[in-house]
């Protein structure tokens, strides 16, 4: 009888600069807004995750898949945009992206008409972001913000306690976020405001805010900005506490 040996686990390697090409696996809808995309390359095999706000930069190419100059995707500096990695498998070398179907931009149509089989290329990951298991989290986000908020959720251990806020255009865009800690979640629907109103306005609705909370806050950058100067300046959080990063800007395109 003979004893098929156990898979060889991948050689570790580093994500490196240059853009990985992958293909598409899955296409599904996790909302009427939100479309996951599921990807793989044989390059992202043996690439550990970075950390849980992991983000990369997509490359689109001009037609569903790269032609063969291998310098295409490299050349293609106006057609990159960035996003967050999730679920990154170092053995299967498959990640997913969530996009935010926001109706106009390439990343947007590119996702809006997505199909297996199609490519795009990866730069990355990179992140820094690491979860503090002994602080209490804030989170105040909008919906680009969500995929990354859910992965840090996700390495919150039990006994902490985390409030979030997350802004999104109906009810219809609420999801699932599952945590060992105490999660508050509170939804807040766009209705007829403008995008980053009601983020910047949940300053107005986080009550106290203890001295040793850690906050990590996404979404529009005016909104980032409001939300940022209030916990820095009316709750006194020191910079090192506050994670605030800019995830887009009304008006204006990545590119
Ligand atoms: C670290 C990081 C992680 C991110 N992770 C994600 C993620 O996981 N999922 C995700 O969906 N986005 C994510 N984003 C945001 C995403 O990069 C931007 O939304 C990006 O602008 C989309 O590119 P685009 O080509 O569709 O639009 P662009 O060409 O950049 O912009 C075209 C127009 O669309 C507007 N626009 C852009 N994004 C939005 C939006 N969300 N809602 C309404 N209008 C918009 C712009 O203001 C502009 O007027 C992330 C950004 C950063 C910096």
Redesign the pocket.
Known sequence: MSITPPPRPPQRRPAGNAPKRAVVQEVADLTPR?RRVTLRSDELVGVDPVSP?Q?VKLVFPEGRVFGDDPTEMGRARRRR????L?DLDAVTGTAA????L??????????AGVRPGDEVGIVGPVGRYEVDPDADLLVVT???????ARAVLAELPAGRWARVHVEVADDAERQELASAADVELTWWPRGDAG?GEPMARVVDHLGDVGPDTKAWV?G?AAAVLAVRAHLLGTVGLPRAQVDA???????????
């Open positions: 939100m706000d983000r945009r960035t996003y967050t999730l992206v969530d996009f935010v926001h109706g106009t931009g390439l990343a947007g149509e590119w996702a909008d919906e680009t913000g969500l995929p990354a995008p996404a529009e990063v800019a995830y887009w800007t009304l008006g204006r395109t990545e590119a």
